[in-house]
């Protein structure tokens, strides 16, 4: 199993976020859970721009994407965003994600990014950055 722990980051809603009704654009979802798989990431120390420079010139890219909208967030909602690496195989990291407001959640979704190289062809995550993610080894989510 991975070996990072579920990461929580926060995200205001504002009026950016919303459409003419005052709730979140079903779209925005998806930058939240961009901002909080990015910022697990970073608290294993896989950053995207150190990608991008590191030897091997890679990027993630999403490959699939399950959400489940379950009540809307509005305007100026206080959001937690939690995300967990569920699986890290060859070139693929699959998150379970989730989106609440204090006790009531809101959204949830499984996504499944791929590891490229900047020509857009799957790269094998680095050994390194696989034992960051899954020192063990783990199966498909």
């Not at 206080?78 to 693929?92: F, I, M």
Request: charged content about 25%.
């Amino acid at each position: 199993m991975p070996s990072i722990t579920p990461s929580t980051i926060e995200v205001r809603v504002y009026y950016e976020d919303t459409d003419f009704s005052g709730v979140v654009y079903h779209a925005n979802y998806l930058k939240f859970f961009e901002r909080g798989r990015t910022e697990a990431l970073r608290e294993t120390g896989i950053g995207h721009a150190a990608l991008l420079e590191g030897e091997d010139k890679l990027a993630f890219t999403a490959r699939r994407l399950t959400v489940e909208f379950i009540r809307p967030a509005r305007i100026d909602d206080l959001l937690q965003v939690r995300s967990t690496v569920t699986a890290a195989k060859g070139a693929r990291l699959w998150f379970s994600q989730e989106i609440w407001r204090g006790a009531e959640q809101l959204a949830s979704a499984g996504v499944e990014i791929a590891c490229i190289s900047l020509d857009g062809k799957p790269r094998r995550l680095p050994a390194d950055l696989m034992a960051r993610l899954a020192p063990e080894g783990s199966g498909e989510g």
